[in-house]
Protein backbone atom coordinates (compact mmCIF):
# COMPACT_ATOMS: atom_id res chain seq x y z
CA UNK A 1 0.00 0.00 0.00
CA UNK A 2 1.18 3.46 -1.03
CA UNK A 3 0.36 6.94 0.76
CA UNK A 4 -0.59 10.00 -1.17
CA UNK A 5 0.24 13.79 -1.29
CA UNK A 6 -2.55 15.85 -2.57
CA UNK A 7 -1.46 19.08 -3.62
CA UNK A 8 1.67 17.86 -4.04
CA UNK A 9 2.57 21.51 -6.31
CA UNK A 10 1.61 23.64 -3.82
CA UNK A 11 3.70 25.43 -1.44
CA UNK A 12 3.08 23.39 1.35
CA UNK A 13 2.63 20.28 -0.41
CA UNK A 14 5.99 20.61 -1.79
CA UNK A 15 7.88 20.93 1.79
CA UNK A 16 6.01 17.90 2.86
CA UNK A 17 7.25 15.67 -0.23
CA UNK A 18 10.57 17.42 -0.11
CA UNK A 19 11.03 15.95 3.65
CA UNK A 20 9.54 12.56 2.84
CA UNK A 21 12.40 12.16 0.41
CA UNK A 22 14.81 13.52 2.45
CA UNK A 23 13.62 10.63 4.91
CA UNK A 24 13.64 7.70 2.68
CA UNK A 25 9.97 7.88 1.96
CA UNK A 26 8.25 7.99 -1.43
CA UNK A 27 4.98 9.14 -1.44
CA UNK A 28 2.49 9.35 -4.90
CA UNK A 29 2.25 12.80 -6.01
CA UNK A 30 -1.14 13.67 -6.83
CA UNK A 31 -3.32 17.01 -8.09
CA UNK A 32 -5.23 18.56 -10.50
CA UNK A 33 -2.51 19.80 -12.84
CA UNK A 34 -0.73 17.20 -14.55
CA UNK A 35 1.86 19.57 -15.31
CA UNK A 36 3.40 21.22 -12.52
CA UNK A 37 2.73 17.55 -10.63
CA UNK A 38 4.55 15.83 -12.82
CA UNK A 39 7.69 18.72 -12.87
CA UNK A 40 7.87 18.40 -9.46
CA UNK A 41 7.27 14.54 -8.92
CA UNK A 42 9.55 13.16 -11.74
CA UNK A 43 13.17 15.26 -11.17
CA UNK A 44 13.16 13.35 -7.81
CA UNK A 45 11.47 9.69 -9.42
CA UNK A 46 8.63 9.92 -7.09
CA UNK A 47 4.96 8.34 -8.94
CA UNK A 48 2.38 10.77 -9.61
CA UNK A 49 -1.14 11.02 -10.20
CA UNK A 50 -3.93 13.65 -11.82
CA UNK A 51 -7.54 14.09 -10.64
CA UNK A 52 -9.99 16.23 -9.60
CA UNK A 53 -11.79 16.36 -6.75
CA UNK A 54 -15.59 17.45 -8.31
CA UNK A 55 -16.39 13.59 -8.36
CA UNK A 56 -16.05 11.03 -5.19
CA UNK A 57 -16.32 8.20 -6.86
CA UNK A 58 -13.31 9.57 -9.58
CA UNK A 59 -11.44 10.24 -5.92
CA UNK A 60 -11.97 6.82 -4.31
CA UNK A 61 -10.74 5.70 -7.66
CA UNK A 62 -7.48 7.30 -7.52
CA UNK A 63 -6.61 6.47 -3.76
CA UNK A 64 -8.04 2.35 -4.36
CA UNK A 65 -4.33 1.47 -3.44
CA UNK A 66 -3.51 4.15 -1.18
CA UNK A 67 -3.82 3.67 2.79
CA UNK A 68 -3.53 7.16 3.86
CA UNK A 69 -3.39 10.60 1.93
CA UNK A 70 -2.42 14.21 3.06
CA UNK A 71 -4.50 16.44 1.85
CA UNK A 72 -2.61 19.98 1.09
CA UNK A 73 -4.78 21.30 -1.56
CA UNK A 74 -6.89 24.44 -0.22
CA UNK A 75 -9.12 26.35 0.40
CA UNK A 76 -10.62 23.28 2.68
CA UNK A 77 -14.03 24.80 2.29
CA UNK A 78 -14.02 23.57 -1.09
CA UNK A 79 -11.57 20.84 -1.53
CA UNK A 80 -12.23 18.86 2.25
CA UNK A 81 -15.52 16.83 1.25
CA UNK A 82 -15.31 15.37 -1.70
CA UNK A 83 -11.64 14.15 -0.79
CA UNK A 84 -13.44 12.87 2.71
CA UNK A 85 -15.75 10.96 1.13
CA UNK A 86 -13.53 9.18 -1.49
CA UNK A 87 -11.54 8.23 1.56
CA UNK A 88 -14.90 6.62 3.09
CA UNK A 89 -15.98 4.70 0.12
CA UNK A 90 -11.73 4.00 -0.71
CA UNK A 91 -11.08 2.86 3.22
CA UNK A 92 -8.33 5.26 3.15
CA UNK A 93 -7.26 7.50 6.38
CA UNK A 94 -7.50 11.21 5.52
CA UNK A 95 -5.26 13.79 6.70
CA UNK A 96 -5.36 17.36 5.87
CA UNK A 97 -3.65 20.76 7.32
CA UNK A 98 -6.74 22.87 7.54
CA UNK A 99 -7.65 25.46 10.02
CA UNK A 100 -10.88 26.34 8.98
CA UNK A 101 -13.23 25.92 11.46
CA UNK A 102 -16.58 24.85 9.51
CA UNK A 103 -14.11 22.09 8.08
CA UNK A 104 -13.51 20.74 11.05
CA UNK A 105 -16.93 20.77 12.19
CA UNK A 106 -17.97 19.40 8.06
CA UNK A 107 -15.28 16.46 8.90
CA UNK A 108 -16.34 15.46 12.54
CA UNK A 109 -19.90 14.69 11.46
CA UNK A 110 -18.90 11.98 9.22
CA UNK A 111 -17.09 10.35 12.19
CA UNK A 112 -20.12 7.47 12.56
CA UNK A 113 -19.41 7.30 8.94
CA UNK A 114 -15.38 6.58 9.14
CA UNK A 115 -16.17 4.26 12.29
CA UNK A 116 -18.19 2.61 9.46
CA UNK A 117 -15.77 2.66 7.21
CA UNK A 118 -12.74 2.09 9.89
CA UNK A 119 -11.33 5.05 8.71
CA UNK A 120 -9.33 7.40 10.72
CA UNK A 121 -10.33 11.21 9.41
CA UNK A 122 -7.53 13.60 11.08
CA UNK A 123 -8.14 17.76 10.02
CA UNK A 124 -5.64 19.93 11.41
CA UNK A 125 -2.56 17.70 11.41
CA UNK A 126 -0.18 20.65 10.63
CA UNK A 127 0.95 24.08 12.72
CA UNK A 128 -3.41 24.18 12.33
CA UNK A 129 -3.65 22.62 15.13
CA UNK A 130 -1.26 19.98 16.39
CA UNK A 131 0.85 21.89 18.89
CA UNK A 132 -2.47 23.99 20.11
CA UNK A 133 -4.58 21.01 20.50
CA UNK A 134 -1.84 18.85 22.19
CA UNK A 135 -1.31 21.80 24.91
CA UNK A 136 -4.80 22.12 25.57
CA UNK A 137 -4.97 18.44 26.47
CA UNK A 138 -2.10 18.62 28.52
CA UNK A 139 -3.63 21.91 31.02
CA UNK A 140 -6.91 19.90 30.44
CA UNK A 141 -5.62 16.98 32.09
CA UNK A 142 -3.54 18.91 34.46
CA UNK A 143 -6.63 20.58 35.56
CA UNK A 144 -9.80 18.46 35.52
CA UNK A 145 -12.99 20.06 36.07
CA UNK A 146 -11.98 23.33 33.73
CA UNK A 147 -14.40 25.45 31.84
CA UNK A 148 -12.35 27.82 30.28
CA UNK A 149 -9.98 27.61 27.96
CA UNK A 150 -7.51 30.24 25.96
CA UNK A 151 -4.96 29.30 23.44
CA UNK A 152 -2.76 31.38 21.56
CA UNK A 153 0.25 31.65 19.48
CA UNK A 154 2.66 33.96 18.17
CA UNK A 155 4.31 33.42 15.08
CA UNK A 156 7.47 34.61 13.13
CA UNK A 157 7.93 34.02 9.57
CA UNK A 158 6.45 34.41 5.82
CA UNK A 159 3.09 32.55 5.06
CA UNK A 160 2.30 30.89 2.01
CA UNK A 161 0.04 31.74 -0.36
CA UNK A 162 -3.01 29.15 0.98
CA UNK A 163 -2.52 30.21 3.96
CA UNK A 164 -3.39 33.73 2.76
CA UNK A 165 -6.42 32.52 0.73
CA UNK A 166 -7.78 30.84 3.61
CA UNK A 167 -7.37 33.98 6.06
CA UNK A 168 -9.05 35.77 3.40
CA UNK A 169 -12.44 33.88 3.26
CA UNK A 170 -12.08 33.73 7.24
CA UNK A 171 -12.09 37.28 7.97
CA UNK A 172 -14.93 37.85 5.85
CA UNK A 173 -17.23 35.63 8.76
CA UNK A 174 -15.65 37.76 11.61
CA UNK A 175 -14.87 36.03 14.90
CA UNK A 176 -15.99 33.04 16.66
CA UNK A 177 -15.44 31.23 19.81
CA UNK A 178 -16.97 28.71 21.91
CA UNK A 179 -19.03 29.62 24.63
CA UNK A 180 -21.49 27.31 26.75
CA UNK A 181 -20.39 24.38 24.34
CA UNK A 182 -21.51 25.84 21.50
CA UNK A 183 -19.47 27.75 18.42
CA UNK A 184 -21.24 31.04 18.69
CA UNK A 185 -20.40 34.08 16.36
CA UNK A 186 -18.70 36.99 18.27
CA UNK A 187 -17.21 40.19 17.18
CA UNK A 188 -13.75 40.22 15.62
CA UNK A 189 -11.25 41.20 17.86
CA UNK A 190 -13.36 40.57 21.06
CA UNK A 191 -10.88 40.05 23.37
CA UNK A 192 -7.67 41.21 24.12
CA UNK A 193 -5.06 39.86 26.75
CA UNK A 194 -1.50 39.53 27.92
CA UNK A 195 -0.14 36.12 27.61
CA UNK A 196 3.09 34.86 29.23
CA UNK A 197 5.04 33.20 25.99
CA UNK A 198 8.21 31.84 26.82
CA UNK A 199 10.38 34.59 25.37
CA UNK A 200 8.02 37.39 26.85
CA UNK A 201 4.91 38.18 27.76
CA UNK A 202 2.96 40.11 24.19
CA UNK A 203 -0.58 41.22 23.84
CA UNK A 204 -2.71 38.76 21.76
CA UNK A 205 -6.31 39.19 20.06
CA UNK A 206 -8.79 36.44 19.76
CA UNK A 207 -9.51 35.43 16.40
CA UNK A 208 -11.30 32.20 15.10
CA UNK A 209 -9.15 29.47 15.29
CA UNK A 210 -9.22 26.42 14.46
CA UNK A 211 -9.45 25.22 18.09
CA UNK A 212 -12.50 26.86 18.93
CA UNK A 213 -13.99 24.04 17.08
CA UNK A 214 -11.09 20.76 17.92
CA UNK A 215 -10.22 22.09 21.39
CA UNK A 216 -13.84 21.14 22.87
CA UNK A 217 -13.75 17.28 20.91
CA UNK A 218 -9.77 17.44 22.88
CA UNK A 219 -10.92 18.59 26.45
CA UNK A 220 -14.63 18.61 26.96
CA UNK A 221 -14.16 22.43 27.88
CA UNK A 222 -17.09 24.92 27.15
CA UNK A 223 -16.02 28.44 26.89
CA UNK A 224 -12.63 28.14 24.47
CA UNK A 225 -11.21 31.74 22.70
CA UNK A 226 -8.49 31.03 20.41
CA UNK A 227 -5.65 34.39 20.41
CA UNK A 228 -2.84 35.64 18.26
CA UNK A 229 0.20 38.18 18.38
CA UNK A 230 -0.84 39.72 14.98
CA UNK A 231 0.00 43.36 13.64
CA UNK A 232 -2.91 44.81 12.80
CA UNK A 233 -5.49 41.95 14.53
CA UNK A 234 -7.31 44.62 16.75
CA UNK A 235 -8.01 46.83 14.05
CA UNK A 236 -10.90 44.48 13.13
CA UNK A 237 -12.76 45.05 15.70
CA UNK A 238 -15.81 47.93 16.06
CA UNK A 239 -17.23 49.76 12.98
CA UNK A 240 -14.15 49.80 10.53
CA UNK A 241 -13.93 45.89 11.07
CA UNK A 242 -17.61 45.24 10.33
CA UNK A 243 -17.35 47.57 6.90
CA UNK A 244 -13.91 45.95 6.42
CA UNK A 245 -15.65 42.31 6.62
CA UNK A 246 -18.43 42.79 4.74
CA UNK A 247 -16.50 44.61 1.87
CA UNK A 248 -13.81 40.96 1.57
CA UNK A 249 -17.32 39.46 2.12
CA UNK A 250 -18.37 40.46 -1.26
CA UNK A 251 -17.45 37.51 -4.24
CA UNK A 252 -15.73 39.56 -6.34
CA UNK A 253 -13.54 40.99 -3.77
CA UNK A 254 -13.04 37.00 -2.73
CA UNK A 255 -11.95 36.17 -6.28
CA UNK A 256 -9.80 39.32 -6.97
CA UNK A 257 -8.07 39.15 -3.98
CA UNK A 258 -7.46 35.06 -4.31
CA UNK A 259 -6.18 35.35 -7.71
CA UNK A 260 -3.68 37.98 -6.20
CA UNK A 261 -2.54 35.95 -3.65
CA UNK A 262 -1.66 33.37 -6.44
CA UNK A 263 0.42 35.75 -8.42
CA UNK A 264 2.42 37.67 -5.61
CA UNK A 265 2.91 35.26 -2.70
CA UNK A 266 5.04 31.66 -2.72
CA UNK A 267 5.39 31.10 0.78
CA UNK A 268 8.96 31.62 2.51
CA UNK A 269 12.25 30.16 1.32
CA UNK A 270 14.87 27.95 3.31
CA UNK A 271 16.64 30.72 4.89
CA UNK A 272 13.64 32.81 5.94
CA UNK A 273 11.97 29.14 7.49
CA UNK A 274 15.60 28.65 9.50
CA UNK A 275 15.41 32.07 11.16
CA UNK A 276 11.62 31.72 11.97
CA UNK A 277 10.08 30.26 14.95
CA UNK A 278 6.58 29.96 16.86
CA UNK A 279 5.41 30.25 20.14
CA UNK A 280 1.89 28.59 21.60
CA UNK A 281 0.41 29.01 24.67
CA UNK A 282 -2.68 27.25 26.43
CA UNK A 283 -4.35 28.24 29.58
CA UNK A 284 -7.05 26.50 31.74
CA UNK A 285 -9.31 27.86 34.75
CA UNK A 286 -11.60 26.09 36.75
CA UNK A 287 -14.99 27.98 38.05
CA UNK A 288 -12.71 28.42 41.99
CA UNK A 289 -10.51 30.27 39.45
CA UNK A 290 -8.03 27.81 39.70
CA UNK A 291 -5.74 27.65 36.46
CA UNK A 292 -3.10 25.70 34.51
CA UNK A 293 -0.64 26.61 31.98
CA UNK A 294 1.63 25.30 29.58
CA UNK A 295 3.44 26.78 26.55
CA UNK A 296 6.14 25.42 23.56
CA UNK A 297 8.58 26.96 21.22
CA UNK A 298 9.13 25.29 18.00
CA UNK A 299 10.55 25.68 14.54
CA UNK A 300 8.92 27.72 11.45
CA UNK A 301 5.03 27.03 11.23
CA UNK A 302 6.10 25.50 7.61
CA UNK A 303 8.25 23.58 8.69
CA UNK A 304 6.49 21.89 11.80
CA UNK A 305 3.57 20.97 9.77
CA UNK A 306 5.44 18.98 7.21
CA UNK A 307 6.95 17.62 10.23
CA UNK A 308 3.87 16.63 12.08
CA UNK A 309 2.09 15.78 8.69
CA UNK A 310 4.42 13.04 8.24
CA UNK A 311 4.83 11.95 11.95
CA UNK A 312 0.96 11.59 11.41
CA UNK A 313 1.61 9.46 8.37
CA UNK A 314 3.50 7.15 10.22
CA UNK A 315 1.30 6.91 13.08
CA UNK A 316 -1.90 5.56 10.93
CA UNK A 317 0.34 3.77 8.59
CA UNK A 318 1.18 1.37 11.49
CA UNK A 319 -1.66 1.34 12.49
CA UNK A 320 -3.68 1.20 15.97
CA UNK A 321 -5.79 4.83 15.81
CA UNK A 322 -9.20 4.04 16.25
CA UNK A 323 -11.26 4.78 13.27
CA UNK A 324 -13.22 7.78 13.24
CA UNK A 325 -13.03 11.69 12.96
CA UNK A 326 -9.90 12.66 15.82
CA UNK A 327 -7.89 15.55 16.88
CA UNK A 328 -3.74 14.97 16.86
CA UNK A 329 -4.43 14.81 20.74
CA UNK A 330 -7.41 12.17 20.61
CA UNK A 331 -6.02 10.38 17.50
CA UNK A 332 -2.27 10.57 18.85
CA UNK A 333 -2.04 11.29 22.92
CA UNK A 334 -0.86 14.96 23.69
CA UNK A 335 2.40 14.04 23.58
CA UNK A 336 2.48 13.59 20.20
CA UNK A 337 3.30 17.15 19.56
CA UNK A 338 6.97 16.39 22.06
CA UNK A 339 7.49 14.04 18.68
CA UNK A 340 8.33 17.34 16.87
CA UNK A 341 11.76 18.22 15.41
CA UNK A 342 12.94 21.44 17.48
CA UNK A 343 9.61 21.48 19.64
CA UNK A 344 10.20 22.20 23.38
CA UNK A 345 7.10 22.06 25.57
CA UNK A 346 7.16 24.45 29.13
CA UNK A 347 5.33 21.68 31.20
CA UNK A 348 1.79 22.15 32.23
CA UNK A 349 1.93 24.69 35.64
CA UNK A 350 -1.23 25.03 38.05
CA UNK A 351 -1.91 28.21 39.82
Same mark, same amino acid.
Not at 56 to 61: G, N, Q, R, S, T
Not at 74 to 80: D, L, R, V
Not at 215 to 226: L, M, Q, V
Not at 271 to 298: I, K, M, N, Q
Given at each position: ?? #????????????????????????????????????????????????? $????????????? $???? /????????????????????????????????? @??????????????????????????????????? *???????????????????????????????????? !???????????????? *? #??? =??????????? /??? !?? #?? $???????????? @??????? !??????????????????????? /???????????????????????? #??? /???????????????????????? !????????????? =?????????????????? @???????????????? =?
Amino acid at each position: MA #WMIYGASGYTGRLIAELAVRRGERPVLAGRDAGKVAAFATPRGLPYRTF $DLGDPDVVAEALR $DVDV /VAHCAGPFSATSAAMVAGCLRSGTHYVDITGEI @DVFESVFARHDDAVAADVVLLPGSGFDVVPTDCLA *AMVSAALPGADRLDLAFHAHGGISAGTLKSALEGAA !LGGRARIAGRITEVPM *A #WRT =REVPFPAGSRS /VTS !LP #WG $DVSTAFRSTGIG @DITAFAH !LPGMHLLGGRSGALGRRVLGSAP /VQRAGRAAIGKLISGPGRGARERS #WVE /VYAEATDPEGRSASAALTGPDTYD !LTADAVLGAVGRL =RAGGVAPGARTPSTAFGA @DFVRELRGVEVVEPAP =R
